[in-house]
């Protein structure tokens, strides 16, 4: 899926392909932070066989290693993820390289938090939607003030 550019760094190109293919190696940077059930699984794998590594395997050009079907599956792209989500920030301290599979984790997780924050604000009453009865300030007032 093609970004806006717009809301990013003019380098956004240069400071991406520093943290996936500089830094990260063309490896995913996730330890787990997506919650991916698969990412999850393999953490499991690997503590039963006592190695004790987190970071997710998925390498760049490389078949998944979470693919279902090898044969079918494309090659991992890596992506850079914006752990603060303000994509503008050209902080790469704040950014991590993740495969697919992790940076749609990691942003469903963050995505869950703001909707269930905005539930409740919206549940506590302090928040309103425009076309909620009794919204208006006219609908408060006694209709026969004004006879």
């Known amino acids: 899926m093609p970004i806006?550019?717009?809301?990013?760094?003019?380098s956004w190109t240069e400071i991406s392909w520093?943290?996936?293919?500089?830094?990260?190696?063309g490896r995913c940077e996730c330890i787990g932070e997506c919650m991916s059930r698969r990412h999850l699984e393999f953490?499991?794998?690997q503590r039963k066989l006592h190695t004790f590594m987190?970071?997710?395997?998925?390498?760049?050009?490389?078949?998944?290693?979470?693919?279902?079907r090898a044969l079918t599956a494309p090659p991992?792209?890596?992506?850079?993820a914006h752990l603060d989500q303000?994509?503008?920030?050209?902080?790469?301290?704040?950014?991590r390289a993740m495969c697919p599979n992790c940076h749609l984790g990691y942003d469903r997780r963050l995505d869950q938090r703001a909707l269930r924050a905005q539930?409740?604000?919206?549940?506590?009453?302090?928040?309103?939607?425009?076309?909620?009865?009794?919204?208006?300030?006219?609908?408060?007032?006694?209709?026969?003030?004004?006879?």
């Open 86 to 95: 303000d994509p503008s920030s050209d902080d790469t301290d704040r950014m």
């Open 43 to 45: 953490v499991q794998q």
């Open 54 to 68: 987190t970071r997710c395997p998925a390498i760049h050009g490389l078949i998944s290693p979470y693919a279902d």
């Open 119 to 147: 539930v409740k604000l919206l549940a506590s009453g302090h928040g309103r939607d425009i076309g909620e009865a009794g919204a208006g300030p006219d609908e408060r007032e006694d209709p026969g003030e004004h006879a």
């Open 18 to 25: 520093q943290v996936r293919f500089y830094r990260a190696q």
């Open 76 to 80: 991992v792209v890596l992506t850079t």
């Open 4 to 10: 806006d550019l717009s809301n990013y760094p003019p």
